[in-house]
């Protein structure tokens, strides 16, 4: 089934660790973004890539760092976790900028 | 800064009861509109868009949301919610020239009773 697929679901880490949140799509969508969600905030935009080999800085992005090599893949890599960190994140992506975003199933990261 | 608004935070329906979720946006030129819904555990959906012409756009599971540009305003309506309704909602707006990045409302949760 075409979507997106993150990995993992789920992660506890201990703070000054490097972790890298996977996500792929095969809807060959152009545009990719990585959100963080946490409660009473709504979601806020981390990093975003309007086409494979751009990116750019959304609302939160300090502590964050993406890439994106290729059309399927955005990976997000946190350098050295901090607690604040704890987070579910979301990655998204659209066919274009401006179109709808389709979501992944998140992952759910705690920084102890 | 751009900001959206959503007015409630929680809301709680019995069945059959009508819905209104409010959501106004700060962003005074051309704008795209969105509403996604989280389902308990699950990832956002969209409900319904908004990019031009008829501004009272129908979405699925009997959703519709009016725009109204005088007003800034963009909310989401259902004439009679269902139990599996339950569920957060979240407004997105998404300003011209803003290299398609969504700005979200902090979501208003729906809770329907049977």
């Known amino acids: 089934i075409a979507g997106i697929t993150q990995a993992p679901t789920s992660q506890i880490l201990a703070a000054g660790r490097r972790m890298t949140l996977r996500c792929t799509q095969d809807m060959r969508h152009n545009a990719m973004y990585w959100y963080r969600q946490d409660l009473g905030l709504g979601l806020r935009l981390i990093h975003y890539s309007n086409t494979a080999g751009t990116t750019g800085k959304g609302e939160v992005p300090d502590g964050y760092s993406v890439s994106r090599a290729n059309t399927d893949d955005f990976p997000l890599t946190l350098a050295s976790a901090v607690p604040s960190q704890t987070s579910v994140y979301f990655c998204?992506?659209?066919?274009?900028?401006?179109?709808?975003?389709?979501f992944g199933d998140g992952t759910r990261l705690s920084i102890l | 800064a751009q900001s959206v608004s959503q007015h409630n935070h929680h809301v709680i329906l019995s069945e059959a009861a009508s819905l209104e979720l409010g959501c106004n946006y700060s962003?005074?030129?051309?704008?795209?509109l969105f509403w996604y819904v989280q389902y308990p555990g699950q990832h956002l959906q969209l409900l319904l868009k908004?990019?031009?012409?008829?501004?009272l756009v129908k979405g699925i599971k009997g959703f519709e949301a009016e725009f109204i540009k005088s007003k800034f305003s963009f909310n989401l309506r259902k004439p009679s919610v269902q139990w599996s309704d339950t569920a957060e909602y979240f407004c997105?707006?998404?300003?011209?020239?803003?290299?398609?990045?969504?700005?979200f409302g902090k979501g208003t949760k729906l809770s329907v009773k049977p």
């Open positions: 962003y005074g030129g051309t704008v795209n």
């Open positions: 908004y990019f031009s012409g008829d501004p």
């Open positions: 997105a707006v998404n300003p011209a020239g803003s290299q398609g990045n969504l700005i």
């Open positions: 998204a992506s659209s066919m274009e900028i401006n179109q709808p975003q389709h």
